[in-house]
């Protein structure tokens, strides 16, 4: 067979071709590998101390036990798959609960409450043992704008707390600062009280930060305000001598200009290439998002559309990148109106009404957010955390039967595509049904033993990549 082009000129286009392509991986190298925690808590620095994430738990568990005592409740008030079969009687309910108690997973799988159950009990396990997964000591918005010896002795204080919880294993798994941001006004104070607590805390370790410690770096609109922290990132590990790129940094989205500059360009990648590798995450900021466009308070909410649309276009200019996104936060506490132990029926059922419409609007925000592809969010008190799990929880739990059979064919086929019923499912598809097992797995919805139904060993699904796994199957 005659050919036309030749093996040196074929060799020379596609080397051309493979530097071109090398570069475009290296800026998107697709998702890490890394765990990403399904919220991060913010509270004051002033408030912080070395054990308030385990306080944090301990407040979220008895909010829970109020006011959803059992499982039956809970699927009541967030009407989850199956409530209206649910018993109402207390008796009937203890009578189901021993039943479900008493079965394997398997046979809970066949009941009709097995999706109630199964949230309630696995937001009950997270609460005692890891409740909050990631906090931020915050020195912007949930601290404010003080005195400067005020937030001089704060910023002592809660690296001096850090400090000591590190030391008791009291913290959570993921945690960092939220300074004030570099715009004109503040970036003096942003600079020092990063300064005073990092210097103070490495005084305390010995020059060592907590596991996946990161400083978030508020209303960042241009690269110069990331610039700017990248190199006192750099100062501040050539004089404490830590190993270069140790410090960590998260951006928010929380202005219209960090959506679309002067230019009408999105400047999202361009701020994120200017963090020079540290750059880990980009938060979604509700309330002063909102705010830039215009928005009343009154309708200020996650649900808002325009915070669809910055979800979207952060989500274009990042895919790919490996830079985790999270959403922001729901400003709707479930805390009843009255306190006291000896309140009347009227004023407990009062309290009861107002924590479960709470519960509403922050399960109802979570489970946009999860299904918009944002796996992460902001909560803002420690009653807000069932609700999280909540809705966690029965994201994963509710599609796994469907996943696990969907991905399974896919899997055995080992083909280009397959059609599952009456849903087609592509390559693609089939790496967004490993990734809903690899994030179920990381939030603790699924156990890997669960994750293993769908046909593929654990070193497969941590591979991440369905087109290797494929590939490998196909080579045996």
Request: a negative charge.
């Amino acid at each position: 067979m005659k050919l036309s082009i030749s093996e040196s000129d074929k060799t020379a286009l596609l080397n051309t071709l493979g530097t071109a392509n090398i570069e475009f991986q290296k800026k998107y190298p697709g998702d890490k590998p890394d765990r990403q925690a399904v919220h991060t808590v913010y509270g004051g620095a002033n408030l912080f101390k070395a054990d308030t994430t385990v306080k944090m738990g301990e407040i979220a568990l008895k909010n829970l036990q109020t006011y959803a005592p059992n499982f039956v409740t809970l699927a009541n008030v967030l009407k989850l798959d199956g409530y209206e079969h649910l018993p109402h009687l207390e008796s009937d309910i203890a009578k189901l609960t021993a039943k479900l108690d008493a079965m394997t997973e398997a046979e809970r799988k066949e009941e009709t409450a097995w999706l109630a159950y199964s949230v309630y009990n696995k937001i009950v396990k997270k609460l005692q043992t890891e409740a909050v997964e990631d906090f931020r000591i915050d020195f912007e918005d949930g601290f404010g704008n003080r005195p400067d010896a005020e937030e001089d002795a704060t910023a002592v204080n809660a690296a001096n707390e850090l400090a000591l919880g590190m030391a008791n294993g009291t913290i959570s798994p993921f945690i960092g600062i939220r300074i004030k941001p570099f715009t004109e006004d503040l970036k003096a104070r942003g600079v020092r009280t990063l300064d005073i607590f990092l210097s103070t805390l490495f005084e305390k370790t010995d020059g060592k930060l907590p596991d996946n410690f990161v400083v978030m770096l508020p209303k960042v609109t241009i690269p110069e305000q990331v610039v700017t922290l990248v190199n006192l990132f750099e100062i501040i590990e050539k004089v404490n001598n830590l190993p270069a790129g140790y410090l960590k940094m998260e951006t928010m989205v929380e202005a219209t200009q960090i959506v679309m500059d002067d230019e009408g360009r999105n400047p999202l990648f361009r701020i994120i290439k200017a963090s020079q590798g540290r750059c880990i995450a980009a938060h979604f900021g509700t309330y002063d998002y909102t705010a830039s466009c215009g928005i009343t308070a009154k309708y200020q909410t996650m649900a808002h559309s325009v915070c669809d649309f910055a979800h979207h276009m952060t989500k274009v200019a990042l895919g790919g990148t490996g830079i985790f996104l999270s959403d922001g936060a729901t400003n709707v506490m479930p805390i009843g109106p009255h306190r006291g132990d000896n309140l009347s029926f009227e004023q407990l059922k009062e309290n009861r009404d107002s924590v479960h419409n709470a519960w509403k609007t922050g399960y109802t925000h979570t489970m946009h957010s999860l299904i918009n592809g944002m796996y992460q969010g902001w909560d803002l008190n420690p009653a807000q955390l069932p609700m999280r799990y909540a809705a966690t929880y029965n994201f994963f739990l509710s599609s796994y039967s469907d996943a696990v059979f969907r991905l399974k064919t896919f899997v055995e086929r080992a083909a280009i595509s397959t059609l599952t019923g009456d849903i087609f499912d592509d390559a693609a598809t089939g790496q967004g049904l490993l990734n809903f097992f690899l994030k179920a797995m990381n939030c603790g919805a699924i156990t890997e033993e669960e994750a293993l139904a769908t046909g593929l060993t654990l070193d497969e699904i941590r591979s991440r990549s369905f087109f290797r796994i494929l590939e490998g199957r196909r080579k045996k």
